[in-house]
């Protein structure tokens, strides 16, 4: 389905932005922290019994709303400390370049454990945000969260960006997304914000539920990830 087709139905405008999404945002991760707890169990058991390190990913803050900065939760798929080393170590230069020229992702990762590569590719690492759409950071559906590095970076990049990312920073960034439901990974930085700017411009529960209902079939088949 293109993208356009999201868009065949009547929108409610601002008083669904900001009133009525964040009552379905707390109603929906209650029922889905219920439904996905044996999910968590599994995930946190066997991330544990794969490799050593904390459940939860230890990576820095994420830019939201406003940009402002929170902490994104995350079940821990790499090696302890792969952000910093990504950066900092000199034996992922290489990889660092690699990173940065393909719109900070990578096709092969060797910082990714094999219980990783598993829970990226059905997306049970990003369920934990459950818990920043609790706290009122993150939204059920929004656009992506980036790095602060990431967004300068990008943004350097792609400078026709920077107007449409502050339209993308008006809102809560979300679990899921236009862009996730469009292609993940495989679309650039520039195209990403783009489809994020009108995910903005078009906001409404119609297109919320339609994106949540092509979420499923996204976690399972694994297109599009990385």
């Known amino acids: 389905m293109g993208i356009n087709n999201f868009f065949s139905y009547p929108f409610i405008g601002n008083s669904y932005n900001n009133y009525f999404k964040r009552l379905i945002d707390i109603i929906g991760s209650l029922v889905l922290l219920i439904f996905f707890l044996p999910v968590y169990t599994l995930a946190a058991l066997a991330i544990k019994l794969d490799s050593e390190g904390p459940i ?67 997306s049970i690492d990003e369920l934990p945000q459950i818990i920043n759409v609790l706290r009122g950071e993150m939204s059920l559906v929004g656009p992506r969260a980036y790095y602060p590095d990431e967004l300068e970076n990008q943004q350097r990049r792609f400078p026709q960006t920077r107007k449409l990312m502050d339209k993308v920073l008006s809102v809560k960034p979300g679990i899921t997304g236009l862009w996730q439901v469009s292609g993940r990974s495989e679309i650039n930085f520039d195209k990403r914000i783009a489809i994020d700017a009108t995910y903005v411009d078009r906001i409404s529960l119609w297109l919320d539920l339609k994106i949540i209902l092509k979420t499923p079939k996204i976690m399972i088949t694994g297109d599009g990830a990385v």
């Open 56 to 122: 939860f990913a230890d990576v820095p803050e994420r830019i939201g709303k406003d940009r402002r900065t929170f902490k994104m939760y995350k079940f821990r798929s790499m090696i302890v400390n792969a952000h910093y080393l990504l950066r900092q170590d000199s034996r992922f230069k290489k990889l660092f370049e690699e990173y940065k020229r393909s719109s900070y992702k990578l096709k092969e990762d060797p910082r990714i454990t094999r219980v990783g590569k598993f829970i990226r590719h059905h």
